[in-house]
């Protein structure tokens, strides 16, 4: 098979690229080693935010912060998607000063804070806890979106867009020949590509390492909580300061709480599990913080393989070692808002060979590590296994 | 857990009916103090379910022909109650890497434990038809627990339907109790009762024990009904009357209740949480945590007995239960009676080659999905449809179980899938041409049941070596 473009993931990021590039008329493979959407896409918590974000992602943010609106014309339905705004609450002074000072810093950008004292606070939002909240600074355009639907939407609307995707289908090796890459992949005839899109999550890192450009990458596994249906109280997005619980309800009345970390799973380390100790300590943390939800049941707790970075921010952009290859993996938990943005902007950069939205903060080479393999050819036998059930 | 490496902690045992009363009991007997965990308030189980408060009537009247065995192991735990830790009205909601979180009476406890024997029990199967949710229909198991534990009948005139030796037991339990049973509709065929016929030599007093059954309620002038298809559960607040199809020809009969139920499936999730391997089984259409003879799970110090790893009945329950206790010994290092190990695996043997004979003669209706008019609900607890769920995995292009939870919210609700799970794979697999084994299965998370969000505030103190 020979294609313009060959992705490896099919995450939120590579979906949306793939989408993006057919739109241009690029002929399109996806290769994805287990469902797409089914991790970091999938499973995170479904904020849609700019608040908080570190200002080099603000740029970014801001162009994933106009295609948002227009998920139904994009991929056939709105996934939720609603611009409800977002609160982040100080629980003490330290927390205020942090939330004042990121409004000061933000204030230079597109994005929109205000700032509101304890009263306020109570008038406006009064299922926030008096006793807990001091104060808080709310984003009044961010919002919160289901991300299962948004990551299966993208899947969905990108096959229909004529994107070759392969589910189920383990990359077993990437090289780059003297034009264009070959793809070697479980169970599938040799796949010939013009360009290579790395967008593997937390599984890419031996695609970089492949092509010289070894990386710090590490796994997060969010630690989610869902409760039964409830009167919809919760009117916005809401975290704290320093982020150690945040929630949001949808419109069918389930509240969606997060916080701390789970653990990959003993007998599949590709699938994870919140711990025992930390939902309850976020359980009990939401419930002083929104004492409606004292009479709710949680009926189910999940968590997800996200990839994740050292400072945080994402690897974007094109490779330094090899022309035609481009990374973008290791939103660090933060990625959902952003990522149907950096498809637009992985897009651009392969048709055009540059981009309208600044990225040099998210250079791979920003890290000094020492490459693995820098063969510029790569098997990965850690891949050749696939998923049971 | 390298931390009880020391100083062993208790073997904890979930579950306290005939599978889990038998395993303490074999532990209790070696010298060992286990921990037992158990839902319900009394011990017994489904099958042996005690009153919630006494209701005037004797064991003979509430467990019939089984009335010496419920007292037995009654008594047997009662005994053993200064040699355990029993923790009744107790949820294992999560388990992992040797510790176990535990709601009880609203509050939190979390347990170390060194050895786990999962005896966890089974629940109705259920395929949804149309009229399903409507009030006065309960699941065949949930009519029997009625009238066990509650002393109260879910109907008047009552129609019990599915198929499996249940449906036969709860219906002529309730034509004992003076309840008007009006019929008893079989989703499989007479002729795949002629199965039956080979089980007659090894088991004659169960297959006899059916027989007996039928031929009461004849007598007493219920109807029987076999191969019946179309099946719908009719009434406006509630359930007025059943119609069905028998050969083609359409039937109607009017009822105040109705029991439903396609035979059993094993509660798996806390396995699934433990991290044991599963397995499909081609035979009940369901994925099952894999062990061997000697009841060991995949996952070392996890061992798995009675009806949550495969449903083989309470007699297998106990036997299976004596034997995952046994292997707990065993992998301790401690004296194990060999003879008594291969005594209990051949009676297993024995039972198991049976309820094989048993699910030939009530085979589960899986053609009546082809059947489910678009409009069914299939997870009540998400109020989902069988077209939103056809839809969804047309829409998407899904193939796998997981996937379609996730697209259509099918098994996310407070029961997880445990109800509707087995039904929505068949659907997925009915509507991309897949074999049921390849859609998968759900993959379990914790909370095994819903927790109140305020428990965590209330935590209690340790029983054993228990300690974060």
Redo the contacts between chains.
């Keep these: 098979m020979k294609v313009d473009v060959a992705i490896i993931g099919g995450g939120l990021v590579g979906c949306s690229t793939a989408l993006a590039l057919r739109q241009k008329g690029l002929s399109v493979a996806l290769l994805e080693r287990g469902?797409c959407?089914?991790q970091a896409s999938?499973t995170n918590y479904g904020g849609v935010r700019r608040q908080g974000r570190p200002t080099e992602q603000l740029p970014l943010a801001q162009r994933a912060h106009a295609v948002w609106p227009k998920l139904k014309q994009l991929i056939g339905i709105d996934g939720e998607f609603r611009r409800t705004g977002q609160l982040k609450l100080a629980r003490n002074e330290a927390e205020m000063a942090s939330l004042e000072a990121y409004a000061r810093t933000a204030a230079s950008t597109d994005l929109q804070l205000e700032l509101i004292g304890s009263r306020a606070l109570a008038e406006r939002f009064p299922w926030v806890s008096r006793d807990v909240a001091f104060g808080a600074s709310f984003s009044a355009d961010d919002g919160q979106a289901n991300p299962?639907?948004v990551s299966?939407?993208f899947?969905?609307a990108a096959?229909r867009a004529g994107v070759a995707i392969f589910?189920q289908t383990p990359v077993l090796g990437v090289s780059r020949e003297a034009c264009g890459f070959l793809v070697e992949a479980q169970g599938k005839p040799a796949i010939r590509a013009m360009h290579l899109v790395n967008a593997a999550g937390a599984w890419a890192g031996p695609f970089a390492d492949a092509f010289g450009e070894g990386v710090p990458l590490g796994r997060i596994y969010p630690s989610m909580i869902?409760?039964?249906p409830m009167k919809v109280f919760m009117t916005v997005n809401t975290g704290v300061e320093g982020g150690n619980v945040y929630a949001r309800q949808v419109e069918r009345g389930n509240c969606i709480i997060g916080g701390e970390r789970g653990?990959a799973?003993?007998?599949d380390a590709d699938?994870s599990?919140?711990?025992?100790?930390a939902?309850?300590?976020v359980?009990?943390r939401?419930?002083q913080l929104f004492p409606l939800?004292?009479?709710?049941?949680?009926?189910?707790?999940?968590s997800g393989t996200e990839g994740a970075m050292p400072d945080k921010n994402p690897v974007i952009g094109a490779s330094r070692t090899t022309p035609d290859l481009i990374h973008a993996f290791g939103f660090s938990g933060a990625g959902f808002q952003i990522a149907p943005g950096v498809g637009e902007v992985i897009a651009e950069l392969i048709t055009t060979g540059e981009t309208t939205t600044p990225i040099d903060a998210f250079s791979i080479d920003r890290f000094s590590v020492d490459a693995a393999l820098g063969s510029g050819a790569g098997v990965f036998p850690q891949s050749l296994q696939s998923r049971?059930? | 857990m390298s931390a009880a490496a020391k100083n062993p902690a208790q073997p904890l045992i979930v579950g306290a009916g005939p599978a889990g009363i038998r395993a303490a009991a074999t532990l209790v007997a070696a010298g060992l103090r286990p921990i037992v965990v158990d839902e319900a308030p009394a011990c017994g189980g489904q099958i042996y379910r005690q009153p919630l408060v006494p209701d005037g009537r004797d064991a003979r009247a509430r467990y019939g022909s089984e009335a010496p065995k419920a007292k037995r192991l009654h008594g047997e735990f009662a005994a053993l109650q200064d040699k355990l830790d029993y923790l009744p009205n107790s949820l294992v909601w999560n388990l992992a890497d040797g510790i176990a979180d535990v709601a009880m009476n609203g509050a939190h406890k979390r347990l170390v434990h060194d050895g786990l024997i999962l005896a966890t029990g089974a629940m109705d199967r259920i395929l949804p038809v149309p009229g399903w949710t409507l009030p006065g229909v309960f699941s065949l198991g949930g009519s029997q627990i009625a009238l066990k534990a509650q002393g109260c009948v879910i109907g008047s005139r009552v129609v019990f339907v599915g198929t499996g030796p249940l449906l036969y037991l709860v219906a002529w339990q309730y034509l004992k109790a003076g309840v008007k049973v009006v019929a008893v509709l079989d989703a499989a065929p007479f002729s795949a009762r002629v199965a039956m016929v080979k089980a007659l030599p090894g088991f004659p007093a169960i297959v006899l024990r059916g027989a007996r059954f039928v031929a009461e309620m004849m007598m007493k002038g219920v109807a029987f009904h076999y191969g019946i298809n179309k099946l719908r559960f009719e009434g406006t607040h509630r359930v007025e009357g059943v119609s069905f199809e028998v050969r083609g020809k359409p039937r109607h009969l009017s009822c105040d209740g109705a029991g439903f139920g396609l035979g059993l499936k094993s509660e798996a999730q806390l396995a699934d949480l433990a991290g044991c391997r599963f397995a499909f089984n081609e035979r009940d259409r369901v994925f099952l945590p894999e062990t061997d003879e000697a009841r060991r799970s995949s996952v070392p110090g996890v061992y798995l007995a009675g009806d949550g790893s495969g449903i083989a009945g309470a007699d297998a329950a106990e036997l299976s239960g004596e034997r995952a206790a046994l292997s707990l010994l065993d992998d301790r290092g401690l004296a194990v009676d060999r003879a008594r190990v291969g005594l209990l695996e051949r009676e297993l043997r024995k039972i198991f080659a049976f309820r094989t004979v048993l699910e030939q003669s009530f085979p589960f209706p899986a053609h009546w999905i082809a059947d489910l008019p678009g409009n069914t609900t299939v997870c009540r607890c998400e109020e989902i449809d069988v077209s939103t769920i056809r839809d969804a995995a047309d829409h998407f292009g899904i193939v796998e179980m997981n996937r379609l939870k996730a697209v259509s919210r099918v098994g996310m609700g407070r029961c997880q899938g445990r109800v509707c799970g087995a039904a929505a794979a068949e659907l997925l697999a009915a509507a991309t041409g897949q074999p049921i084994s390849a859609v998968g299965r759900l993959r379990g998370q914790a909370p095994v049941k819903p927790l109140p969000m305020s428990f965590a505030e209330l935590a209690l103190p340790a029983i054993g070596e228990a300690a974060e």
């Design positions: 469902f959407g089914a999938g299962r639907l299966a939407g899947a969905a096959r589910e869902v409760t039964e653990l799973r003993a007998d699938f599990r919140p711990t025992g100790s939902v309850t300590r359980m009990q939401a419930v939800l004292k009479g709710a049941h949680a009926i189910r707790f999940w049971g059930t």
